[in-house]
T-cell receptor, first 114, second 112 residues
Framework: DAGITQSPRYKITETGRQVTLMCHQTWSHSYMFWYRQDLGHGLRLIYYSAAADITDKGEVPDGYVVSRSKTENFPLTLESATRSQTSVYFC?????????????FGPGTRLTVT | KQEVTQIPAALSVPEGENLVLNCSFTDSAIYNLQWFRQDPGKGLTSLLLIQSSQREQTSGRLNASLDKSSGRSTLYIAASQPGDSATYLCAVDGQAGTALIFGKGTTLSVSS
């Protein structure tokens, strides 16, 4: 399928477990992002990547790890899940449009940590 | 630190009404401002992107304006329809290609 996909769409895990959320885009966009969306906080950036093998921290990176070995994939790993990481996670990619970057979002992964 | 505020947080209007959603940001040094729509339980759909050198963008019944110097943007929706019911998010980026900073959104309900 063309576009940006996330898997799984829903996940329930236990405290302390490692969880990996997958993100795949078919556009070959150079930039990719992970955000989390929480009531009262809105969307906040976790990590982003400007290109393969280049990643950088966002506003709320603690407890998360990312990698980007291929342009099209940007997995997010929760090393030891905590209840505070219960959230909806969105992956996005960005392409240059007339000198600016427009972001496109995936459908989200709803993660519950029990 | 850039902060984005959207007012009102919620809005209910009857079908056919023209309406304006407001967005303000604290740091005028932005590259872009982007408006999104989010339906319940869904992802974000990009509606309009305004570059910092532009004053407005239009798409169908939507018109977004940008006043960078005053740190304000408005999203105008003409002839609202029940299908317009959703949460509308405003976001800015401080550098081309880096992350967006989001407002908390305005939840719009259009009744038939």
């Amino acid at each position: 399928d063309a576009g940006i996909t996330q898997s799984p769409r829903y996940k329930i895990t236990e405290t302390g477990r490692q969880v990996t959320l997958m993100c795949h885009q078919t556009w070959s966009h150079s930039y990719m992002f992970w955000y989390r969306q929480d009531l009262g906080h809105g969307l906040r950036l976790i990590y982003y990547s400007a290109a393969a093998d280049i990643t950088d921290k966002g506003e709320v990176p603690d407890g998360y790890v990312v990698s980007r070995s291929k342009t099209e994939n940007f997995p997010l790993t929760l090393e030891s899940a905590t209840r505070s990481q219960t959230s909806v996670y969105f992956c996005a990619s960005a392409t240059r449009v007339s000198g600016s970057y427009e972001q496109y979002f995936g459908p989200g992964t709803r993660l519950t940590v029990t | 630190k850039q902060e984005v505020t959207q007012i009102p947080a919620a809005l209910s209007v009857p079908e056919g009404e023209n309406l304006v959603l407001n967005c303000s940001f604290t740091d005028s040094a932005i590259y872009n401002l982007q408006w999104f729509r989010q339906d319940p339980g869904k992802g974000l759909t990009s509606l309009l992107l305004i570059q910092s050198s532009q004053r407005e963008q239009t798409s169908g019944r939507l018109n977004a304006s940008l006043d960078k110097s005053s740190g304000r943007s408005t999203l105008y929706i003409a002839a609202s329809q029940p299908g317009d019911s959703a949460t509308y998010l405003c976001a800015v980026d401080g550098q081309a290609g880096t992350a967006l900073i989001f407002g908390k959104g305005t939840t719009l309900s259009v009744s038939s």
